[in-house]
């Protein structure tokens, strides 16, 4: 069983868990996105609907099982990955429809039966709303000198265990270090890094970060994304317990993609 499919398989994941910290994220401009009407226009869904619909614990592992798998997916393989019948699942994933969070297609099959009808994530146009492009380089001119780099890496670290502190249990609450892993690719998908896992030797784990939330101003400005992407990665691993720390750090090994070593 793979790291994703032992997330999702874990039924603790509930509602006392933030539903919309998840993998996929649920868009967050007001959380007001719908289903498409006829005529292109998206109806205003209420914020509450969207929470009531990720609360079930069984449509919280079906959004994200669905949102992990990236391609479109069918009743029978989520029956056969959550170990849940059919008929229940389909009510669950009307309501996730309903609620704006995923679509629907039928495909005809190449042999003769029922069409096929599968499932994914709804993309969403871009919210409306300003480009944030000109104030982040104009923030990136005024970080100039180690102290001011430091202070940016610190500012950096407190993201990072804000981040992980949003999918932590209650206090008191041990969990397993399955959950831990889980908790930390939620921070690290959250944060924009696409986060993949691969454990190492005892207790490291290797993360490959398939892309950076300050991408667009390494060219500029590579120090300073490269300084603030691993004092997110810090905080957050610092921020699970018990914590971990950064043994390696190795920007850009390939265009694009980075990869730490934790323990």
Not at 22 to 51: F, M, Q, W, Y
Not at 74 to 101: Q, Y
Not at 129 to 144: K, N, P, Q, S, T
Not at 199 to 206: C, D, L, N, Y
């Amino acid at each position: 069983m793979d790291l994703a499919e032992s997330i999702v398989r874990d039924p603790r994941r509930s509602a006392r868990l933030a539903p919309l910290a998840s993998v996929p994220a649920v868009p967050e401009d007001g959380l007001r996105r719908g289903r498409r009407c006829d005529n292109g226009a998206v109806p205003e869904t209420k914020a509450l609907e969207i929470h009531k619909a990720l609360a079930d614990d069984t449509r919280y592992r079906l959004y994200r099982y669905i949102g992990l798998a990236a391609r479109p997916v069918s009743v029978r393989e989520m029956s056969r990955r959550l170990s849940l019948h059919p008929n229940t699942l389909r009510p669950h994933l009307r309501r996730l429809e309903e609620a704006g969070l995923i679509a629907r297609e039928v495909r005809k099959t190449a042999t003769v039966g029922r069409p096929q009808t599968l499932y994914s994530i709804r993309q969403t146009e871009g919210p409306e709303g300003r480009d944030y492009r000109l104030l982040a380089e104009m923030l990136c001119a005024l970080v100039r000198g180690k102290r001011a780099m430091a202070q940016a890496q610190e500012l950096a670290r407190q993201w990072g265990t804000y981040l992980v502190a949003q999918g932590a249990p209650r206090p008191g609450v041990e969990r397993p270090d399955r959950r831990n892993l889980a908790i930390l690719q939620d921070a690290m998908a959250r944060a924009g890094f696409d986060p993949r896992f691969r454990r190492g030797a005892g207790s490291s784990i290797e993360v490959t970060l398939r892309d950076c939330p300050f991408r667009d101003l390494t060219e500029d400005y590579r120090e300073l994304a490269c300084t603030l992407h691993l004092g997110l990665i810090e905080g957050m691993l610092g921020g699970l317990k018990p914590s971990l720390g950064v043994r390696e750090f190795h920007p850009f090994v390939e265009r694009s993609v980075c990869r730490i070593r934790a323990g």
